[in-house]
T-cell receptor
Framework: GQNIDQPTEMTATEGAIVQINCTYQ??????LFWYQQHAGEAPTFLSY????GLEEKGRFSSFLSRSKGYSYLLLKELQMKDSASYLC???????????FGAGTRLAVHP | GAVVSQHPSWVICKSGTSVKIECRSL??????MFWYRQFPKQSLMLMAT?????????EQGVEKDKFLINHASLTLSTLTVTSAHPEDSSFYIC???????????????FGPGTRLTVL
């Protein structure tokens, strides 16, 4: 079956660093994506990993280990506006469908 | 770039009526678009894959006669919820595929969503 797991909720302090983990088991793999979704809004694309290793984009970084079926999203210098849900999604191939995890709700406190 | 619009952003309708939601890729062409629904505090559930010029591919458990999808052009896909009932009330989101030049990986860009309330 297809399964993507991520923590349900996390809290962090403004200015700190937080790591959101994602593990996956899918029938195929053509890349892993991270999206940010604020309440009542559509997801916005943050990053993707196709090969193993770390991809850095400003305050956000994403890591992938295909052999372990594992990824994480690292957010640095947290800001209040980073309070949102973070969705891990795997492109399992075949029309490039994305399978989404349930999302991690991150609350950033002053 | 990579802007996707949806119309309407919200709609309230009576039970038994049909509602059409439009999804447009504004600055790129998309041969493939996707339709999702999302219930409060839950993740996105893929309903169907919409391919330009061909029939949509529906996920298991999604009634194709109830959720009609038409992908008439490379920039427009529509979802019609027929004979809507209160249990169809949800947040409907579309996305369009764009091939990133760097790495050649298809990336989905999402529309702003349509909140449907069926009374």
């Amino acid at each position: 079956g297809q399964n993507i797991d991520q923590p349900t909720e996390m809290t962090a302090t403004e200015g700190a660093i937080v790591q959101i983990n994602c593990t996956y088991q899918t029938s195929g793999f053509n890349g892993l994506f991270w999206y940010q979704q604020h309440a009542g809004e559509a997801p916005t694309f943050l990053s993707y990993n196709v090969l193993d290793g770390l991809e850095e984009k400003g305050r956000f970084s994403s890591f992938l280990s295909r052999s372990k079926g594992y990824s994480y999203l690292l957010l640095k210098e947290l800001q209040m506006k980073d309070s949102a849900s973070y969705l891990c999604a795997v492109n399992s191939g075949g029309y490039n469908k994305l399978i989404f995890g349930a999302g991690t709700r991150l609350a950033v406190h002053p | 770039g990579a802007v996707v619009s949806q119309h309407p952003s919200w709609v309230i309708c009576k039970s038994g009526t049909s509602v059409k939601i439009e999804c447009r890729s504004l600055d790129f062409q998309a041969t493939t678009m996707f339709w999702y629904r999302q219930f409060p505090k839950q993740s996105l559930m893929l309903m169907a894959t919409s391919n330009e010029g061909s029939k949509a591919t529906y996920e298991q458990g999604v009634e194709k006669d109830k959720f009609l999808i038409n992908h008439a052009s490379l920039t427009l896909s529509t979802l019609t919820v027929t004979s809507a009932h209160p249990e169809d009330s949800s947040f409907y989101i579309c996305s369009a595929n764009l091939i990133l030049l760097a790495g050649g990986v298809d990336t989905q860009y999402f529309g702003p969503g349509t909140r449907l309330t069926v009374l």
